[in-house]
Nanobody, 122 residues
Framework: QVQLVESGGGSVQAGGALRLSCATS????????VGWFRQAPGKEREGVAIINIGDIIRYAPSVKGRFTISKDNSKNILYLQMNNLKPEDTSMYFCAARPLIGTEYPAQWPYWGQGTQVTVSS
C-alpha cells in the first residue's frame, strides 16, 4: 500500500521558516521522481520543487533561493526547507511521487499525500 504522509506545516509570520517532511512507503522511493506541490483556494496546483533520481532539482521561480528540497533515500523521506516565507506562500502543500517505468517517468504523478497547511501572516 502506497503511503505519503506530510508533516511540518503550521502558521508563521512573514520572514519565518518551516520544514516540511514527507514520509513515504509502498513504492520504490529511490527510483522515483519526488516533489512538493501546493494549491491555494481558487488557484491551480503548482509545482514548488522537484528532485529526480539523479538529484537534479527544479524550483518554481517564486521560491528559488528561499526553499530547499532534499531527500533521504535510506529513510524514504522527502523534505522541504522553507525560509523567508511570504504571505503568498500560504497554501496546502502536497508531496508526490512518480516512479520510473523503464526509462521514463509517467506523465501523471500517481502517488500523492493528503497535504499539510502552511499559513504565513504579514
Amino acid at each position: 500500500q502506497v503511503q505519503l504522509v506530510e508533516s511540518g506545516g503550521g502558521s508563521v509570520q512573514a520572514g519565518g521558516a518551516l520544514r516540511l517532511s514527507c514520509a513515504t512507503s509502498g513504492f520504490s522511493f529511490d527510483v522515483s521522481e519526488v516533489g512538493w506541490f501546493r494549491q491555494a483556494p481558487g488557484k491551480e496546483r503548482e509545482g514548488v520543487a522537484i528532485i529526480n533520481i539523479g538529484d537534479i532539482i527544479r524550483y518554481a521561480p517564486s521560491v528559488k533561493g528561499r526553499f530547499t528540497i532534499s531527500k533521504d533515500n535510506s529513510k524514504n523521506i522527502l523534505y522541504l526547507q522553507m525560509n523567508n516565507l511570504k504571505p503568498e506562500d500560504t497554501s496546502m502543500y502536497f508531496c508526490a511521487a512518480r516512479p520510473l517505468i523503464g526509462t521514463e517517468y509517467p506523465a501523471q504523478w500517481p502517488y500523492w499525500g493528503q497535504g499539510t497547511q502552511v499559513t504565513v501572516s504579514s
